[in-house]
């Protein structure tokens, strides 16, 4: 029903009435209209691996929380190394909450962290941890801050106790209770928090998948970012072992499409390999070719095999910059030529990590065949 003039004044008048009390009570920018906000377009950090970046969507979210988890080995510490090390390289302050105890400052130097200015805690129990990390949110000084891990946030009832005493559900309450806290301090200071989950197996699960992670459900729920990894090879040169191959899946994300996947090279002690990402994505989008075992570029064959391209590329620097630059130019077009494009896009990928596919397309192809037998009978 349209309203008249007069009306629509009135409203509009009462309108602005009702958002200066609002603002008078729970002070200014309590509510505000979308198109007025100061972050209408969600900013990223590098993650470190260029394939990884563009599965995300440009990186990783700022002012967002995320999760990243998955078996042991797989490169779940590698990766939020990485981030933190882009976010110091950017001129920011990052923090790393060790519940594991485990951090290893000559790995993370040598990914390139500068661990003179990069700020440490190892909290003694869970509640302690999580105390710290609201703490480092709220100082609105803080860009990042990655919790290593959520498993090891150990509840302090659970310490104190014996062992074997059974504590049901204490580390899942205290974990939703610091979501609660900590996710509109991190929305107002654009702090970006990366918890690192390990997995575990339900027990007496036979069908579906039996993964869980750990700390309850409400992690799932306030991650803006879910990232699964996995080590799917191993590298080898001859018999000895110098790194892996890892596989992220995107389970869930708020800012970009989820379910897109990503590869890279983890390399023992050097992290991830930025060169083989960058001959990965040059060869999938025709900027080197290969042909049979050698790789060229505008017809120079440079190098037969892929390590050694990424070898050429570790000997030549210049060309890397210049292939690297040439790479985000031509993914900048395609990525403007995609939203110019009205029509909806359906991309096909075969994924078995996916347990309850075969069922669906079962119940599509049955569909199919009743809807066939009931037109026979017609």
């Given at each position: 029903?349209?309203?008249?003039?007069?009306?629509?004044?009135?409203?509009?008048?009462?309108?602005n009435i009702t958002l200066t009390q609002i603002e008078r009570s729970f002070g200014k920018g309590a509510i505000m209209r979308l198109g007025d906000a100061a972050r209408m377009k969600v900013?990223?950090?590098?993650?470190?691996?260029?394939?990884?970046?563009?599965?995300?969507?440009?990186?990783?979210?700022?002012?967002?929380?995320v999760e990243i988890y998955g078996p042991e080995s797989s490169g779940k510490t590698t990766v939020a190394l990485h981030v933190l090390a882009e976010v110091q390289k950017q001129?920011?302050?990052?923090?790393?909450?060790?519940?594991?105890?485990?951090l290893d400052p000559i790995y993370a130097?040598?990914?390139?962290?500068?661990?003179?200015?990069?700020?440490?805690?190892?909290p003694d129990t869970g509640e302690a941890g999580l105390e710290i990390v609201d703490q480092l949110v709220r100082s609105n000084a803080v860009d990042l801050v990655v919790v290593d891990s959520v498993a090891a946030l150990v509840p302090r009832a659970e310490i104190e106790g014996e062992m074997g005493d059974a504590h049901v559900g204490l580390q899942a309450r205290l974990m939703s209770q610091a979501l609660r806290k900590i996710t509109g301090s991190i929305g107002k200071t654009g702090c970006t928090v990366?918890?690192?989950?390990?997995?575990?197996?339900?027990?007496?699960?036979?069908?579906?998948?039996?993964?869980?992670?750990?700390?309850?459900?409400?992690?799932?729920?306030?991650?803006?970012?879910?990232?699964?990894?996995?080590?799917?090879?191993?590298?080898?040169?001859?018999?000895?072992?110098?790194?892996?191959?890892?596989?992220?899946?995107?389970?869930?994300?708020?800012?970009?499409?989820?379910?897109?996947?990503a590869e890279f090279d983890i390399i023992f002690g050097q992290g991830i390999s930025a060169l083989g990402c960058l001959v990965d994505l040059a060869e999938e989008?025709?900027?080197?070719?290969?042909?049979g075992a050698w790789y060229s570029y505008n017809g120079d064959n440079i190098s037969q095999g892929r390590d050694n391209a990424i070898k050429y590329l570790e000997d030549n620097p210049d060309f890397a910059k210049s292939l690297d630059l040439q790479l985000r130019q031509h993914l900048e077009i395609n990525q403007a030529d995609k939203k110019?494009?009205?029509?909806?896009?359906?991309?096909?990928?075969?994924?078995?990590?996916?347990?309850?596919?075969p069922d669906e397309v079962g119940v599509a192809e049955n569909g199919k065949a009743a809807s066939s037998r009931s037109s026979k009978k017609k």
């Amino acid at each position: 029903m349209a309203k008249t003039p007069d009306e629509s004044s009135e409203r509009l008048k009462a309108l602005n009435i009702t958002l200066t009390q609002i603002e008078r009570s729970f002070g200014k920018g309590a509510i505000m209209r979308l198109g007025d906000a100061a972050r209408m377009k969600v900013e990223t950090i590098p993650s470190g691996a260029l394939t990884l970046d563009l599965a995300l969507g440009g990186g990783i979210p700022k002012g967002r929380v995320v999760e990243i988890y998955g078996p042991e080995s797989s490169g779940k510490t590698t990766v939020a190394l990485h981030v933190l090390a882009e976010v110091q390289k950017q001129g920011g302050i990052a923090a790393f909450v060790d519940a594991e105890h485990a951090l290893d400052p000559i790995y993370a130097s040598n990914l390139g962290v500068d661990i003179d200015n990069l700020l440490v805690a190892q909290p003694d129990t869970g509640e302690a941890g999580l105390e710290i990390v609201d703490q480092l949110v709220r100082s609105n000084a803080v860009d990042l801050v990655v919790v290593d891990s959520v498993a090891a946030l150990v509840p302090r009832a659970e310490i104190e106790g014996e062992m074997g005493d059974a504590h049901v559900g204490l580390q899942a309450r205290l974990m939703s209770q610091a979501l609660r806290k900590i996710t509109g301090s991190i929305g107002k200071t654009g702090c970006t928090v990366i918890f690192l989950n390990q997995l575990r197996q339900k027990i007496g699960i036979s069908y579906g998948n039996p993964e869980v992670t750990t700390g309850g459900n409400a992690l799932k729920f306030y991650a803006s970012v879910r990232m699964d990894i996995r080590r799917i090879q191993t590298l080898k040169k001859g018999t000895e072992e110098y790194g892996i191959r890892a596989k992220v899946k995107i389970a869930k994300n708020k800012v970009a499409p989820p379910f897109r996947i990503a590869e890279f090279d983890i390399i023992f002690g050097q992290g991830i390999s930025a060169l083989g990402c960058l001959v990965d994505l040059a060869e999938e989008n025709n900027i080197l070719t290969r042909r049979g075992a050698w790789y060229s570029y505008n017809g120079d064959n440079i190098s037969q095999g892929r390590d050694n391209a990424i070898k050429y590329l570790e000997d030549n620097p210049d060309f890397a910059k210049s292939l690297d630059l040439q790479l985000r130019q031509h993914l900048e077009i395609n990525q403007a030529d995609k939203k110019q494009s009205t029509e909806p896009v359906v991309a096909v990928v075969e994924d078995t990590d996916q347990p309850d596919l075969p069922d669906e397309v079962g119940v599509a192809e049955n569909g199919k065949a009743a809807s066939s037998r009931s037109s026979k009978k017609k």
